[in-house]
């Protein structure tokens, strides 16, 4: 059974620091494209950040600079450490494999 649990949100004050992490189980994590999307009350889901099979990673020109996306092969996990967060960073965030499988999502909520 493919399955991603992501783990890491929380609340954080604004221009705090946040890593979330999503384990994949039940697949060759290795060969899988992978992302982090998020959707925020109100609004459309939106692509946060990818990276390929082979590292190659690109983001949303609204976290470009504050946010990292990674995997590690060998844990079968794909992380995202965000800094510098900002309210409108609040949202729901979703691990996702090939944009076909998706993680059931983890709540970043920043506020003061």
């Known amino acids: 059974q493919v399955q991603l649990v992501e783990s890491g949100g929380g609340l954080v004050q604004p221009g705090g620091s946040l890593r979330l992490s999503c384990a994949a189980s039940?697949?060759?994590?290795?060969?899988?494209?992978m992302a982090w999307y998020r959707q925020a009350p109100g609004k459309q889901r939106e692509l946060v950040a990818a990276?390929?099979?082979?590292?190659?990673?690109n983001y949303a020109d609204s976290v470009k600079g504050r946010f990292t996306i990674s995997r590690d092969n060998t844990k079968n996990t794909v992380y995202l450490q965000m800094n510098s967060l900002k309210p409108e960073d609040t949202a729901v965030y979703y691990c996702n494999a090939e944009e076909i499988i998706w993680g059931q999502g983890t709540q970043v909520t920043v506020s003061s």
């Open positions: 039940g697949m060759i994590f290795s060969i899988y494209n």
């Open positions: 990276i390929t099979s082979g590292g190659s990673t």
